[in-house]
Nanobody
Framework: VQLQASGGGLVQPGGSLRLSCAAS????????MGWYRQAPGKQRDLVAV???????NYPDSVKGRFTISSGNAKNTVYLQMNSLKPEDTAVYYC??????????WGKGTQVTVSS
């Protein structure tokens, strides 16, 4: 199973970015798929997760600003990030829990929020 993430970049405070992540390989069921982020010197934290039944969860730090959704393409999720703040700057990692609980990570994509 591979996770291909894209969409990071540099944006000004208050701006928006959309990340995408596509899972491929021997996947029979995606249990959860979502995003984590890790800023320099900090632990990797959950940003958003989408369950197989469509439930989405967010930490308070991004609630109301970020939205995770599934894509028209199979096994794809998007993370729409609005009202970005400098503290959102981090490397964002796609994560998937598939089949019988196997976990996979994509390569990180840098998101920098700066004027």
């Amino acid at each position: 199973v591979q996770l291909q993430a894209s969409g990071g970049g540099l944006v000004q405070p208050g701006g928006s970015l959309r990340l995408s992540c596509a899972a491929s390989g021997s996947i029979h069921r995606i249990n959860f798929m979502g995003w984590y982020r890790q800023a320099p010197g900090k632990q990797r934290d959950l940003v958003a997760v989408l369950s197989h039944n469509g439930d989405a969860n967010y930490p308070d730090s991004v609630k109301g600003r970020f939205t995770i959704s599934s894509g028209n393409a199979k096994n794809t999720v998007y993370l729409q990030m609005n009202s970005l703040k400098p503290e959102d700057t981090a490397v964002y990692y796609c994560h998937a829990d598939v089949n019988y609980g196997m976990e996979y990570w994509g390569k990180g994509t840098q998101v920098t929020v700066s004027s």
